[in-house]
């Protein structure tokens, strides 16, 4: 549900407790996803760890989107949050390099003065940068 021009996550949504719930059922695999016919999105998962490698990150852009940095970490946040109380640690790469880590395993430093969660961690200010520039509507 929208709320405060973010994307609220509410504590018992039907819809994120079923994504966590698919997601911590899964043990171990790989998948790619090519769109036409180019790499596109890798998700290796390992346990409860999940990395999601952006190969082609502007293909995720959403022009409609008009919400502002604020309100995307405070959605950020709620999801980490979640992620964490179930265990689960997602990871997101940029073309391969590690951008940042959401969930039980994140150990912000300096982030968390940023983004005022334990769950969120900036592991690359630079390929974090990247991806909100090619996530950004133009």
Do not use: C, W, Y
Request: zero cysteines; glycine letters at 4%; proline letters at 3%.
């Amino acid at each position: 549900m929208f709320a405060d021009k973010h994307l609220h996550i509410e504590k018992n949504d039907e819809i994120v407790e079923l994504l966590t719930t698919t997601m911590k059922s899964a043990k171990a695999g790989s998948i790619r996803i090519d769109i036409k016919g180019r790499p596109s999105v890798k998700i290796d998962v390992d346990k409860d760890k999940i990395l999601v490698d952006l190969l082609e990150p502007v293909l995720f852009k959403n022009p409609q989107d008009e919400t502002g940095l604020l309100d995307k970490l405070k959605t950020s946040k709620e999801f980490a949050d979640m992620l964490s109380a179930n265990d689960l640690t997602i990871s997101l790469l940029r073309k391969g390099k590690e951008a940042i880590t959401l969930g039980k395993d994140a150990k912000p430093t300096l982030s968390r003065l940023i983004t005022r969660s334990s769950h969120i961690q900036i592991d690359n200010i630079k390929e974090t940068a990247h991806l909100k520039g090619e996530f950004k509507a133009k």
